[in-house]
């Protein structure tokens, strides 16, 4: 028959992931971007809790050395992200890091990162299908729209998932910017269709 392990091991786990989460939705803002306050203060941040806790304690929790952990509590004091107290430094109860990264604005700054990400994927996804059909092979399917199609059109490239033609000019060079304009705007499907139309 197997050992259990005890059942206090199981509640210390859940308090460690429990903290762990907590200190990575702390960080995780707009605020504590380059152009923000910058990644030190989010290390500080994060070691922060709601209770007391004295300099020291939050530069070890950060591990940071003290006098760069007490700098970057002073520069959080001094936009509300943090109070002192007499016995320590604990984060306000009121959230005000969207405040600060408006006030140094840097609101949104993550999200149109993660949009860049995903524009550069969606490029690359179709500059590599692109150099698949140069070597004459098909090429893969994007990811299927959920529209309903009332009839399906194919050619030698597939069907609608197939990735458009990809931009070239006329000495048969890729122009990549002009890629890039049609994947932030969400074109590429439009192309397909335009290309299976005609």
């Known amino acids: ?3 259990r392990p005890p059942a206090e091991l199981f509640d210390v786990r859940v308090a460690l992931l429990d903290a762990l989460e907590d200190r990575l939705d702390a960080g995780r803002h707009d ?13 500080v941040y994060e070691s922060l809790t709601t209770d007391e806790h004295a300099s020291e304690v ?13 700098a970057a509590l002073a520069r959080m004091r001094r936009w509300a992200l943090a109070i002192a107290t007499p016995t320590g430094w604990r984060r306000r109860l009121q959230d005000f890091r969207t405040h ?3 006030q140094l604005g840097v609101d949104g700054t993550l999200q149109r990162r993660e949009q860049q990400y995903v524009d550069e994927r969606d490029l690359w996804a179709w500059w590599r299908n692109h150099l698949v059909r140069k070597a ?3 090429g893969r399917d994007r990811t299927p729209t959920t529209q309903v199609v009332m009839f399906r ?10 990735y ?12 990549h910017q002009e ?4 994947v932030r705007r969400g074109l590429l499907q439009q192309l397909r269709d335009l290309e299976l139309a005609a």
């Open 31 to 43: 605020v504590f971007t380059r152009a923000g306050l910058g990644p030190t203060a989010r290390r």
């Open 164 to 175: 458009p033609a990809y931009p070239c000019s006329s000495d048969g060079r890729a122009d």
């Open 100 to 102: 600060v990264a408006k």
């Open 153 to 162: 059109s194919v050619d030698d490239h597939g069907g609608p998932e197939a």
């Open 136 to 138: 004459g092979r098909r």
């Open 1 to 3: 028959m197997p050992i």
């Open 179 to 182: 890629a890039m304009r049609f």
């Open 58 to 70: 939050v530069a070890d929790r950060a591990g940071l050395p003290r006098g760069r952990a007490r």
